[in-house]
């Protein structure tokens, strides 16, 4: 008869060779229980006219970080607002011609760390426009002003939705990354590229991957997804 793990470690403690059983108490999650998790969904497309279509985003020139924040998601799909928060600076750079978000130490597990192309939309509302001024002013952060408490997500999920009347539990800021997965697809781009750019797949900066992955590749198949938002700056180019 075999004997399980609990068994022989009760048998050690019963005759000393141990204090105690370590495994006394403890349960195995088999797989029986579903661990129910919050689905997201991504915005519509009435949704997302509503998001980016307000006063808000009418002057690109003005931008900061409120509107940036959610651009930016939107066209990376960003795993999170802490991400996004955490780019630097330096981490919007050029690989292979190509202008890029480094996304190495702004994202914290392996699979999130990746570069995405910029996409040509955020260039065309003047992104390195914004960079250059924050590097005259010497700050080290893509966005100086935010906060610690992340209240560009807390604004978005309480203030910013309701008032446009999105109320539903799924729709939030990780619903951006959502928006990008399925416009990728429907765009026709292969899921070893879409993987690449959304943080399926293993990029390992660290590895030296930069020199064998296509970066170009992922540019053409990004700057084919169109979300059409209500930006002028975007609409005339």
């Excluded at 020139?61 to 930016?72: F, G, H, M, N």
């Excluded at 910029?118 to 002003?145: M, N, Q, T």
């Excluded at 446009?164 to 990728?184: D, P």
């Excluded at 590229?193 to 170009?216: C, F, M, N, R």
Aim: proline letters at 5%.
């Amino acid at each position: 008869m075999a004997v399980t793990p609990f068994q022989l470690l009760q048998w050690g403690s019963n005759n000393g060779f141990i204090e105690h059983n370590p495994a006394k108490g403890v349960r195995v999650d088999t797989g029986r229980v579903a661990h129910k998790k919050q689905r997201r969904l991504p915005f519509d497309h009435t949704e997302l006219k509503g998001i980016f279509g307000t006063d808000l985003f009418k002057e690109p020139k003005s931008y900061e970080t409120r509107q940036w924040a959610l651009l930016i998601a939107l066209f990376t799909g960003a795993r999170s607002s802490s991400e996004v928060s955490r780019i630097k600076l330096s981490d919007l750079r050029e690989e292979q011609g190509v202008i890029v978000f480094d996304l190495e130490e702004a994202s914290k597990n392996e699979r999130s760390k990746r570069l995405v192309p910029v996409h040509s939309e955020l260039i065309a509302l003047g992104l390195p426009a914004y960079a250059y001024k924050l590097r005259k002013r010497g700050e080290i952060r893509l966005f100086p002003d935010w906060e610690p408490e992340d209240k560009v997500n807390r604004r978005f999920l309480r203030t910013y939705l309701p008032k446009l009347g999105i109320a539903e539990k799924s729709k939030v800021f990780h619903s951006f990354r959502h928006n990008l997965k399925t416009e990728l697809i429907r765009t026709g781009c292969t899921k070893e590229v879409s993987d690449l750019i959304t943080g399926h797949e293993d990029q390992s900066v660290a590895a030296g991957y930069v020199h064998d992955v296509p970066v170009k590749r992922m540019q053409e198949a990004l700057d084919r997804v169109s979300f059409r938002l209500p930006i002028v700056a975007i609409t005339i180019t």
